[in-house]
């Protein structure tokens, strides 16, 4: 089945305790985001991968680390995590041509992280 | 820089109702649009989406026209159903940019 997994699902955790939330297709997709999540803002990008060893800020990545080693994997690290980190987070992850077409992204089922 | 604007939530509607989603967008270039819904406690799947202007995306019994003339692909259905209690988002895709942007989210509920 073509997916996106995301672990852990639920997490609580203490501040400054490092901690990634991994994420992986299987869809062989080149471009791969993170998003949060959080009441009353909508979903939010944090960082984006454009490809293998390609990534870029998206709108909050501030706190937050990535790499893209692998194509199929696109973990989201929290070096030291603040209680403002708390929230839903999601991984998607897309195919494209570079020029045209209406790629889909294709949503993990989200990880909820708890900063106390 | 690209945008995508939706009306405010939360929408109450009670079942069989009309339901109109408003979405305008600001994009360079000739964006792809979509609408993506989140059912409680679940990831964003996609609705619904269309390439090029004038087209129309349908899918659950939901319909939008991509106007490129309004900048706008509003989101219609003639009779929701309480499973249709969602958060909708409408988003776009910049094919120069390569990245996807997300309006914040529309929460509706359908009350039998």
């Known amino acids: 089945e073509a997916q996106v997994t995301q672990n852990p699902r639920y997490l609580i955790t203490v501040t400054g305790k490092k901690l990634t939330v991994t994420c992986s297709q299987n869809m062989n997709h080149e471009y791969m985001s993170w998003y949060r999540q959080d009441p009353g803002l909508g979903l939010r990008q944090i960082y984006y991968s454009m490809n293998v060893e390609v990534t870029d800020k998206g709108d909050v990545p501030e706190g937050y680390k990535v790499s893209r080693k692998e194509k199929r994997n696109f973990p989201l690290i929290l070096e030291s995590p603040s209680p403002n980190q708390t929230s839903l987070y999601f991984c998607?992850?897309?195919?494209?041509?570079?020029?045209?077409?209406?790629?889909?992204?294709?949503f993990g089922a989200g990880s909820r992280l708890t900063v106390l | 820089g690209d945008s995508v604007t939706q009306m405010e939530g939360p929408v109450t509607l009670s079942e069989e109702a009309f339901l109109t989603i408003n979405c305008t967008y600001t994009?360079?270039?000739?964006?792809?649009l979509f609408w993506y819904v989140q059912y409680p406690g679940e990831g964003l799947q996609l609705l619904l989406k269309a390439t090029k202007a004038d087209d129309k995306g349908s899918n659950k019994g939901f319909e939008a026209t991509y106007r490129k003339e309004t900048t706008s692909f509003h989101l219609e259905k003639g009779s929701v159903q309480v499973s249709d209690s969602a958060v909708y988002f409408c988003a776009l895709r910049v094919t120069r940019g390569q990245n996807f942007v997300f309006g914040p989210g529309t929460r509706l509920s359908v009350l039998p």
């Open positions: 994009a360079t270039g000739y964006p792809s």
């Open positions: 998607a992850s897309s195919s494209w041509t570079g020029s045209s077409g209406a790629n889909v992204l294709t």
